[in-house]
């Protein structure tokens, strides 16, 4: 019995979760609705915002950080990201835990989701752990997905312990 309460008694406490995305197709919102629903689903809160509406600075009580974005042009990051990206350079978030993630078309070749990892290297250089490597999705999130995204969740809630 006393290994069951042991068991029980290791629940994940509640987390600040944020989650920025920006979209031109819909993709990336389906995509940052589809990490949402996961962290709900483990007894958190996530709130969403798009990157044009969202101030880096306003993310100081964050425990996590989530970004999804879309590449744009050839390889570059999306353009309602730009200031965001810039004040990366600003910030310190060696105690905040993030995750990148984004949507792309492999028809694109060496440029698919490259915004991606250009994000990974721009949060790494804010001291912050990337608690998981960065998810790739082709075009629209579906079931074949779910590990990926279930995947990255959990590894950034055992960060978080």
Known sequence: MKALAKKFSTKIESVKVDIIYATITGNNELLANAVANEFKKRGQTPEIHEFDDTDIFDLEDSDIIVLVCYTYDNGSIPEESLDFFDDMQEIDWTDKICAILGSGDKFYGQDYC???????????????????????????????????IKKCVSELLAASN
């Open 114 to 148: 490259k915004a991606v990892d250009t994000f990974a290297e721009q949060i790494k250089k804010t001291g912050a752990n990337l608690a998981t490597s960065p998810v790739k999705i082709q075009l629209a999130p579906d079931e074949s997905d779910a590990p990926a």
